[in-house]
């Protein structure tokens, strides 16, 4: 079976410091890859998705990033964290067409 | 680009009792899926169900069944025999079939407590 994994699962950073968060996929191949933010008390927002190794989607302008070294891990990084970062942040992933998304545990972020 | 409407931020409903929870959407493609999303306060997301607009019968998964209206545009949410653990928020999300294939556009969610 299929499983998804997020680390880490709380982070708590100063502003103008760096992020890494990682995604890792077990149990499929060549998934669609994708990286939500969830501000309280709202809907999820689609920030970047990938559909092969290397290939990465923008889909809002803004100081994160993404990278996909690897073909089941996907990484959302940032140089210099802003305050408007803060939020939840959940990896997605899908296989091939309009198949459902199925997401990981999300990583709760806070810059202070 | 797609828009997703749930119009009821928050909904409570007994133990036992039926709910139904509203989602309209905008679309100008023909073949799209629609899906529920429930948030529990583990805040991880899990898929409720599905409906692919091609077909016409509702979807159903046990207690969970939709009203899928494809002229209106609608796409409720019915959850029967209401349980404590329902209690959570519930997400509608739109996938077209089209250029915008892999990308789902969710609604801002509806709260949905069930009360003892």
């Known amino acids: 079976s299929q499983t998804i994994h997020q680390w880490p699962a709380t982070l708590v950073q100063p502003v103008g410091s760096p992020l890494s968060l990682e995604c890792t996929v077990e149990?499929?191949?060549?998934?669609?890859l994708y990286w939500y933010r969830q501000a309280a008390g709202r809907g999820l927002q689609l920030l970047f998705y990938s559909v092969g190794i290397g290939q990465i989607s923008s889909e809002v302008p803004q100081n994160l990033s993404a990278s996909r070294p690897q073909d089941r891990q996907f990484i959302l990084s940032s140089k210099k964290l802003l305050l408007s970062d803060s939020g939840f942040y959940l990896c997605?992933?899908?296989?091939?067409?309009?198949?459902?998304?199925?997401f990981g545990p999300g990583t709760r972020l806070t810059v202070l | 680009a797609q828009t997703v409407t749930q119009s009821q931020p928050e909904m409570s409903v007994q133990e036992a009792e039926t709910v139904t929870l509203s989602c309209t959407y905008d679309t100008s493609e023909n073949n799209y899926y629609l899906f529920w999303y429930k948030q529990p306060p583990s805040r991880q997301m899990i898929l409720v169900i599905r409906?692919?607009?091609?077909?016409?019968q509702n979807a159903t998964e046990n207690r969970f069944s939709v009203n899928f209206q494809k002229a209106a545009k609608s796409f409720s949410l019915k959850i029967s025999d209401s349980q404590l653990g329902d209690t959570a928020m519930y997400f509608c999300a739109f996938e077209g079939d089209g250029g915008s294939n892999y990308k789902l556009t969710f609604g801002k969610g509806t709260l949905l407590t069930v009360n003892p």
């Open positions: 409906q692919e607009a091609y077909k016409q």
């Open positions: 149990g499929t191949s060549n998934p669609n």
């Open positions: 997605a992933w899908s296989q091939l067409l309009n198949n459902e998304q199925f």
